[in-house]
């Protein structure tokens, strides 16, 4: 008997085996399981799911064709405003968005929309034929992407669409931002990106990698290059680290460089030549979805102790619930409530051990979250090799620092004009993280999206 | 996929490289660097750029074959291909004119230090090299660098070019019998810029030093390559490389470049590829 008020259940590997590989730990649903868990959906008139998506989805339209079987149909439907399905699908934070505003939810369990749309992706991906590779017509007018993250993918995929000669900038050697050097390869394995990448690039998006704009090019530059408008899509991935002592010393990473070395530059894999740590003991520093990113890559690079060091309560923690509740079950041990003082080296400079302070929490603050306060004679010592701080990234400064007249905040954030992403230079358009600081993939899709549209109608105009 | 252009080996551990790079080599400034990837197995390693020939499009790397992609860059062929090459990045070195300056290269660090005595030359400054080399056989871009120098001194570790001694003694030297230089500008391993800061201390004469800290991505987002200077953490990637010698803290940079030293020693053992293969 199948329970209406409950999600059909995805399988997953197991808890304990995966957390030794760098393999997807949730699988997807079988077609059957689909369609059992499309006919869930209630096609409200309202459609309150689609109000809570940042690119509206039509997400009852696409459940409906999911239930009568027309599965590529479906993946149509979703990628009429959503440019990588398949990585929305299983990275989105769906539980504040379109499920969590899901009618299904008031009394039960919402339906599972994100795992729909991951499933039509992945099936459409699998059974249609490779499309033939659009170019832009020859007078097409020439708009350039910088950066090739959620957000440049997004706005380069719908400018292509609207019949423009896009190329998308991009510093590193692989394309895909955060999607290949941030996301782990068991929650979004990186064949998915690739394939997803490749069906921009089919439709007519030109990717160059290896070019850094504010060293390579400049902005200014590509306006001299012809192109009529510019999107920054570069996302925030400066590092903060927490100006305690003993930031310097061996075994202390970033979790930007920690994440780049395990994802990017497959250090986990003997085949591949950039070296990591190996750790007995690791403190990873934070609670968003990144730390429990690197603390889930420690596990599985084999490290015995992975602590979460976290200076709030599990309530106040930002990352997503799935990626708490996983993290948990492969064994990561929580230290919350806890905020370290100081990290402590041997004669060879390597660290060794970091001291903490209890803490407990005080009044709200500006943002609304209780405030930490450090618990009198509470500090202590853990015994770890490895630390990875994962407290936070701000925009690189590259590109503000070359580029005259473009406007940003204290935070490094580009200035946009309220309600668009026009940004105080004539023809600058910018997006996701950049603007906002660290948020979610699918935020940085709406930007780029919304930015393509208003590029369009400025070029149309012109 | 970038084509090497031409490939020649200044002494037996050192080659030069040049790549076809239209793009760096419009922008490249002394004291900049770029970062290759041999291959899709390769890691990415930062060189300096020794030299850029914009109306041909290239830029020259000099590079010594210590590890994996420097020896696997070394192997290839002329017209061969890596897979991916990015820059320049970094801040280009501030040099004025008209100025007297010692600019001290040690071992590699000369390939570093030759583009920007170079300039300083082309900048009308008078220009000493001290050149540091462990043997004879060792010394590479003598010619060049006698070529952008009013004096140049080369010596030797074990004196086999007939001048034992150390960058050092040779600076003191030069400094006791009356030169005064308005700057100094040191490359090559971290003690010996230790050593030439603590020196030119005493004298109170600027110095200026290019860190060659581990990186990865080369773009001010990982914080590998971060060095502590005046007290303070700072990328040498975007805030370098080029720092004031004086407010460097070499040990903790010394420490932090040993940190894979295992790994590599490891690798190398491990590696098939170059047994019993001889890379010149």
Same mark, same amino acid.
């Given at each position: 008997?199948?329970?209406?008020?409950?999600?059909?259940?995805?399988?997953?590997?197991?808890?304990?085996?995966?957390?030794?590989?760098?393999?997807?730990?949730?699988?997807?649903?079988?077609?059957?399981?689909?369609?059992?868990?499309?006919?869930?959906?209630?096609?409200?008139?309202?459609?309150?799911?689609?109000?809570?998506?940042?690119?509206?989805?039509?997400?009852?339209?696409?459940?409906?064709?999911?239930?009568?079987?027309?599965?590529?149909?479906?993946?149509?439907?979703?990628?009429?405003?959503?440019?990588?399905?398949?990585?929305?699908?299983?990275?989105?934070?769906?539980?504040?968005?379109?499920?969590?505003?899901?009618?299904?939810?008031?009394?039960?369990?919402?339906?599972?929309?994100?795992?729909?749309?991951?499933?039509?992706?992945?099936?459409?991906?699998?059974?249609?034929?490779?499309?033939?590779?659009?170019?832009?017509?020859?007078?097409?007018?020439?708009?350039?992407?910088?950066?090739?993250?959620?957000?440049?993918?997004?706005?380069?995929?719908?400018?292509?669409?609207?019949?423009?000669?896009?190329?998308?900038?991009?510093?590193?050697?692989?394309?895909?931002?955060?999607?290949?050097?941030?996301?782990?390869?068991?929650?979004?394995?990186?064949?998915?990106?690739?394939?997803?990448?490749?069906?921009?690039?089919?439709?007519?998006?030109?990717?160059?990698?290896?070019?850094?704009?504010?060293?390579?090019?400049?902005?200014?530059?590509?306006?001299?290059?012809?192109?009529?408008?510019?999107?920054?899509?570069?996302?925030?991935?400066?590092?903060?680290?927490?100006?305690?002592?003993?930031?310097?010393?061996?075994?202390?990473?970033?979790?930007?460089?920690?994440?780049?070395?395990?994802?990017?530059?497959?250090?986990?894999?003997?085949?591949?030549?950039?070296?990591?740590?190996?750790?007995?003991?690791?403190?990873?520093?934070?609670?968003?979805?990144?730390?429990?990113?690197?603390?889930?890559?420690?596990?599985?690079?084999?490290?015995?102790?992975?602590?979460?060091?976290?200076?709030?309560?599990?309530?106040?923690?930002?990352?997503?619930?799935?990626?708490?509740?996983?993290?948990?079950?492969?064994?990561?041990?929580?230290?919350?409530?806890?905020?370290?003082?100081?990290?402590?080296?041997?004669?060879?400079?390597?660290?060794?051990?970091?001291?903490?302070?209890?803490?407990?929490?005080?009044?709200?603050?500006?943002?609304?979250?209780?405030?930490?306060?450090?618990?009198?004679?509470?500090?202590?010592?853990?015994?770890?090799?490895?630390?990875?701080?994962?407290?936070?990234?701000?925009?690189?400064?590259?590109?503000?620092?070359?580029?005259?007249?473009?406007?940003?905040?204290?935070?490094?954030?580009?200035?946009?004009?309220?309600?668009?992403?026009?940004?105080?230079?004539?023809?600058?358009?910018?997006?996701?993280?950049?603007?906002?600081?660290?948020?979610?993939?699918?935020?940085?899709?709406?930007?780029?999206?919304?930015?393509?549209?208003?590029?369009?109608?400025?070029?149309?105009?012109? | 996929?970038?084509?090497?252009?031409?490939?020649?080996?200044?002494?037996?551990?050192?080659?030069?490289?040049?790549?076809?790079?239209?793009?760096?080599?419009? +922008? /490249?400034?002394?004291?900049?660097? &770029? %970062?290759?990837?041999? !291959?899709?197995?390769?890691?990415?390693?930062? #060189?300096?750029?020794?030299?850029?020939?914009?109306?041909?499009?290239?830029?020259?790397?000099?590079?010594?074959?210590?590890?994996?992609?420097?020896?696997?860059?070394?192997?290839?062929?002329?017209?061969?291909?890596?897979?991916?090459?990015?820059?320049?990045?970094?801040?280009?070195?501030?040099?004025?004119?008209?100025?007297?300056?010692?600019?001290?290269?040690?071992?590699?660090?000369?390939?570093?230090?030759?583009?920007?005595?170079?300039?300083?030359?082309?900048?009308?400054?008078?220009?000493?090299?001290?050149?540091?080399?462990?043997?004879?056989?060792?010394?590479?871009?003598?010619?060049?660098? +006698? /070529?952008?120098?009013?004096?140049? &001194? %080369?010596?030797?570790? !074990?004196?086999?070019?007939?001048?034992?001694? #150390?960058?050092?003694?040779?600076?003191?030297?030069?400094?006791?019998?009356?030169?005064?230089?308005?700057?100094?500008?040191?490359?090559?391993?971290?003690?010996?810029?230790?050593?030439?800061?603590?020196?030119?201390?005493?004298?109170?004469?600027?110095?200026?030093?290019?860190?060659?800290?581990?990186?990865?991505?080369?773009?001010?987002?990982?914080?590998?390559?971060?060095?502590?200077?005046?007290?303070?953490?700072?990328?040498?990637?975007?805030?370098?490389?080029?720092?004031?010698?004086?407010?460097?803290?070499?040990?903790?940079?010394?420490?932090?470049?040993?940190?894979?030293?295992?790994?590599? +020693?490891?690798?190398?053992?491990?590696?098939?590829?170059?047994?019993?293969?001889?890379?010149?």
């Amino acid at each position: 008997m199948i329970d209406k008020t409950k999600k059909t259940p995805m399988a997953q590997l197991d808890p304990v085996e995966r957390s030794k590989t760098f393999g997807e730990v949730a699988l997807g649903y079988t077609k059957e399981e689909a369609m059992q868990e499309a006919a869930r959906c209630l096609q409200c008139k309202n459609r309150t799911c689609v109000s809570g998506c940042p690119v509206m989805v039509q997400i009852p339209e696409f459940l409906k064709l999911i239930t009568e079987g027309k599965f590529i149909e479906a993946a149509d439907k979703i990628k009429e405003t959503n440019s990588l399905p398949a990585v929305c699908g299983r990275v989105c934070p769906q539980e504040t968005q379109c499920e969590g505003k899901c009618v299904r939810g008031i009394k039960g369990e919402s339906v599972a929309i994100g795992r729909l749309e991951r499933f039509a992706a992945d099936y459409a991906a699998a059974h249609s034929k490779p499309t033939e590779k659009k170019t832009a017509p020859a007078n097409a007018k020439k708009v350039a992407v910088v950066g090739s993250g959620p957000a440049g993918l997004s706005c380069a995929g719908e400018l292509a669409k609207r019949g423009y000669s896009v190329t998308v900038f991009e510093a590193f050697h692989k394309s895909g931002g955060v999607l290949v050097y941030g996301i782990p390869e068991f929650r979004l394995p990186k064949e998915i990106v690739k394939r997803e990448i490749a069906g921009l690039e089919a439709n007519g998006v030109e990717i160059r990698t290896n070019a850094v704009i504010g060293r390579t090019f400049l902005v200014d530059e590509l306006f001299e290059d012809g192109y009529e408008a510019v999107f920054i899509g570069s996302g925030a991935g400066l590092p903060n680290f927490m100006g305690i002592e003993g930031e310097a010393l061996v075994g202390v990473y970033s979790a930007n460089e920690y994440l780049t070395r395990v994802n990017l530059m497959k250090a986990y894999d003997n085949s591949y030549v950039t070296p990591i740590r190996k750790s007995k003991s690791v403190a990873v520093i934070g609670g968003g979805n990144v730390a429990m990113d690197a603390a889930r890559c420690a596990k599985r690079l084999g490290a015995e102790n992975v602590y979460i060091i976290y200076r709030r309560s599990e309530e106040e923690m930002p990352a997503r619930r799935e990626e708490v509740e996983h993290a948990k079950e492969e064994g990561i041990i929580f230290k919350l409530l806890c905020n370290p003082n100081r990290f402590v080296g041997n004669e060879k400079g390597e660290l060794i051990a970091v001291d903490c302070v209890e803490m407990e929490l005080g009044e709200p603050d500006a943002s609304g979250r209780r405030r930490p306060v450090e618990k009198a004679d509470s500090e202590f010592r853990l015994d770890i090799d490895t630390a990875v701080i994962a407290v936070g990234t701000t925009p690189n400064p590259l590109i503000r620092s070359t580029t005259e007249g473009l406007d940003t905040n204290k935070r490094g954030c580009i200035v946009v004009a309220e309600g668009t992403t026009k940004t105080s230079r004539e023809n600058v358009f910018a997006g996701g993280d950049v603007v906002t600081g660290a948020a979610t993939v699918i935020l940085a899709m709406g930007a780029g999206r919304d930015s393509a549209a208003e590029i369009d109608e400025m070029l149309k105009a012109k | 996929m970038t084509r090497i252009v031409k490939k020649r080996f200044l002494n037996d551990s050192i080659v030069e490289v040049v790549f076809d790079a239209p793009d760096i080599a419009k +922008k /490249a400034m002394p004291g900049q660097f &770029i %970062i290759f990837r041999v !291959d899709e197995e390769g890691e990415r390693i930062p #060189l300096t750029i020794a030299g850029y020939d914009r109306e041909m499009g290239t830029i020259t790397v000099i590079a010594q074959t210590v590890g994996y992609s420097t020896k696997k860059l070394a192997a290839k062929e002329e017209g061969e291909y890596i897979s991916d090459l990015v820059g320049p990045l970094g801040r280009p070195s501030e040099l004025e004119s008209n100025i007297k300056v010692a600019v001290i290269g040690g071992g590699l660090g000369c390939a570093i230090a030759y583009p920007q005595a170079k300039a300083l030359h082309d900048m009308n400054c008078e220009v000493d090299i001290i050149a540091g080399f462990r043997s004879n056989d060792l010394i590479i871009l003598e010619d060049e660098m +006698k /070529a952008v120098s009013d004096k140049l &001194i %080369i010596c030797t570790d !074990d004196g086999s070019n007939g001048n034992k001694a #150390l960058v050092t003694d040779a600076l003191k030297a030069l400094i006791e019998n009356g030169v005064k230089y308005d700057l100094v500008i040191a490359i090559g391993p971290p003690i010996m810029m230790k050593f030439v800061c603590l020196l030119t201390k005493q004298y109170n004469i600027k110095t200026i030093v290019s860190l060659n800290p581990i990186m990865i991505d080369g773009t001010g987002m990982c914080g590998g390559c971060r060095v502590t200077v005046g007290g303070k953490i700072k990328f040498a990637c975007v805030d370098g490389p080029d720092f004031d010698g004086y407010e460097v803290d070499f040990d903790e940079l010394m420490r932090r470049n040993r940190a894979y030293s295992g790994d590599e +020693k490891k690798r190398d053992e491990d590696c098939k590829l170059f047994q019993g293969v001889d890379i010149k």
